[in-house]
């Protein structure tokens, strides 16, 4: 089911509107020029939708890099660790936290 909040936020951005309910029908566009169709808001959920849940792996991996692998690095840098350890580590939160599919085109 779309989110046409999430949507407009990202692809008109800018532009002034209220929805009640996640409900198209309810949509006051607020801005000058005319409102996206329902449909080319539906069209447009897919490619929102994945650019959401990749920017959320990005945000994971960051976090995960920063307690698992960046200590191992700088480990590494030191002569402490090796740098086959610290790629380890960084492959483990990669293979932990996958992208999404992309959506068909």
Do not use: H
Not at 82 to 92: D, F, G, L, S, Y
């Amino acid at each position: 089911m779309t989110d046409y909040s999430q949507v407009l936020t990202a692809n008109y951005p800018g532009k002034e509107w209220v929805l009640y309910d996640n409900d198209y029908s309810t949509l006051v566009w607020l801005s000058a020029g005319t409102p996206p169709t329902e449909a080319e808001l539906d069209a447009a959920w897919p490619q929102v939708d994945y650019n959401n849940q990749y920017a959320q792996v990005e945000a994971t991996r960051r976090t995960q890099y920063e307690a698992q692998s960046d200590g191992i690095y700088f480990a590494w840098q030191r002569g402490d660790a090796t740098e086959a350890q610290w790629r380890e580590a960084v492959a483990k939160v990669k293979i932990e936290n996958p992208y999404p599919p992309a959506p068909v085109a």
